[in-house]
């Protein structure tokens, strides 16, 4: 079975501009989180989708946005870039019965890097 | 609102046991913890995940206390290649929180 497949994987912007980044689950998977992670912050969760409707969401401005398609697969728009946006972000898929409890599976990540 | 807190990293020799400990002294009634592995250029890999007392599987236990504030992962018999970041993370419902992590470092 494939695994979590997000793209681009490496991207840099400058700030201001907006970028979005694909996340494609595992066959099967309803459920789609996303996840920035920085060395200071560690994993910090950003959203769930769940079919096609956003469940759960962090503690991140407006700014961060998403948005999950009918095929489960799910895009993650930042707009208005800020330097503190350079990170790793991973995309997660599960079987979504419950984000707290459900396994996770992780993509490799993309790598944003904000100038 | 639940936070969990672990040391930011720990050194131990291969054929070692080791166990990180994880706070979370806010744990809700229907909050899970659960630990993931992650590698450098990877995403983090589900290891264990437990509610309370002790759970094992193939490559590590979990140990829970009675009154759910910490647990304990631990893995025995290190090698090489168990050197990665930690996490522990404390979910519920609609809730999903991860510690900062603790980066594990095995000496041959």
């Known amino acids: 079975k494939a695994g979590v497949t997000q793209t681009p994987r490496y991207l840099i912007k400058t700030r201001g501009q907006q970028v979005t980044l694909s996340c494609s689950p595992i066959s099967g998977h309803r459920s789609v989180s996303w996840y920035q992670q920085t060395p200071g912050q560690g994993l910090q969760f950003l959203f769930e989708?769940?079919?096609?409707?956003?469940?759960n969401k962090g503690n991140f401005p407006g700014r961060f946005s998403g948005r999950q398609f009918s095929n489960s697969r799910s895009e993650m728009n930042v707009s208005t870039l800020e330097l503190g946006d350079s990170a790793l972000y991973l995309c997660a898929s599960s079987l979504g019965r419950r984000i707290g409890t459900d396994t996770q599976y992780f993509g490799p990540g993309t790598r944003l890097t904000v100038l | 609102l639940a936070k969990t807190t672990q040391p930011i990293s720990m050194d131990s020799y291969e054929g070692q046991e080791v166990n990180i400990t994880c706070s979370h002294n806010?744990?809700?009634?229907?909050?899970?913890i659960t630990w993931y592995q992650q590698f450098p250029s990877q995403g983090p890999r589900f290891i264990i995940q437990?509610?309370?007392t002790k759970v094992t599987n193939e490559v590590a236990s979990l140990f829970i206390p009675a009154d759910r504030k910490s647990s304990t992962l631990s893995l025995p018999r290190v090698s090489l290649s168990d050197t990665a970041v930690y996490y522990c993370?404390?979910?519920?419902?609609?809730?999903?929180?991860f510690g900062k992590g603790t980066r594990l470092h095995i000496l041959p």
């Open positions: 806010n744990i809700a009634t229907n909050d899970y």
């Open positions: 437990g509610y309370k």
């Open positions: 989708y769940f079919s096609e409707t956003q469940r």
């Open positions: 993370l404390v979910g519920g419902d609609d809730k999903i929180i």
